[in-house]
């Protein structure tokens, strides 16, 4: 189509562009419009701007709260999985055990099931099992960042294991013959040859833990609820307040771009490293 057909093939991608970037562009028409707007004849060019939606929601100091929730436990847990997957996948690659490949696709299994066939053990667990006098960690910053270790490590396992995989063994011997230790070797050979793959499921974690909402909202009530799951309290029963739950998405995606932007340059060289072995 490329070669053929140029024209095709820019319309093609014009096109996917279009049914991609049009719900962000409507999201934010009505994060910028009045609520009496919002139910009139929609109009799809913008022709004024309504900004009192977004003061409304910087002026909010929960919803201020909720962003900080947010950008810790996604921050935490991106930097918690990618550090014990990198070290798991180091051990599946380097050492030799009986039945490493029934431990990595059990690990797999976590992120296969649906995060509702776990509300109620980790709900227990952090309840009753991992109880400490008065302290639990239901609805703390801690408890929701093991929380999302259940699906993201598995996932941050999957990801790096070609890219650890693709790092030569020989690397690791001659360092050894050198006289470095294994915590040298991990962390001055190993750890810089694999930081493409590294960085995309940094990236990747910390998306996943920041749009999660159905175990935050689960387990979580106030000290360590969500940015996401404060959408839930603009719908009431006068009335959903959809200007300022438009203007709250388009904040959410606000970190997301810059993370992305940050380490797009690692992206597709992390997806592709250790996929072909000379």
């Not at 201020?64 to 690659?93: E, K």
């Not at 992120?111 to 709900?123: E, I, K, Q, T």
């Not at 935050?216 to 799951?229: E, G, I, K, Y």
Request: glycine share 6%; net charge neutral; charged share 15%.
């Amino acid at each position: 189509m490329r070669k053929n057909r140029p024209w095709l093939y820019v319309l093609f991608w014009i096109l996917i562009s279009f049914l991609t970037l049009f719900p962000i562009y409507w999201l934010f028409v009505i994060s910028v419009k009045p609520a009496v707007d919002l139910f009139s004849t929609p109009d799809i060019l913008l022709k004024s701007f309504y900004w009192q939606n977004y003061i409304d929601v910087l002026n909010d100091r929960t919803l201020r709260g909720y962003m900080v929730n947010s950008l810790v436990i996604s921050s935490g847990n991106a930097l918690l999985c990618t550090t014990l997957g990198f070290l798991a996948c180091y051990a599946l690659s380097r050492f030799d055990m009986g039945g490493k490949e029934s431990i990595f696709f059990w690990t797999i299994t976590n992120r296969m099931a649906p995060p509702a066939v776990f509300l109620l053990p980790l709900f227990l667990l952090m309840t009753q099992v991992y109880k400490v006098g008065d302290f639990t960690l239901l609805d703390t910053r801690i408890g929701m960042i093991l929380v999302y270790c259940t699906f993201n490590l598995p996932f941050a396992i999957w990801t790096l294991r070609p890219t650890v995989d693709g790092i030569p063994k020989e690397l690791d011997e001659a360092a050894y013959v050198d006289g470095a230790s294994a915590w040298k070797v991990i962390t001055e050979v190993v750890f810089p040859l694999a930081r493409p793959g590294l960085a995309v499921t940094l990236i990747l974690t910390w998306v996943f833990a920041w749009n999660e909402y159905l175990l935050a909202a689960t387990l979580t009530n106030f000290n360590a609820r969500t940015l996401t799951t404060g959408l839930s309290e603009y719908v009431t029963t006068t009335g959903t307040e959809w200007g300022i739950m438009a203007a709250i998405s388009v904040f959410t995606l606000i970190p997301a771009l810059i993370v992305f932007g940050m380490v797009q340059k690692h992206i597709v060289a992390g997806l592709t490293f250790g996929a072909v072995k000379g």
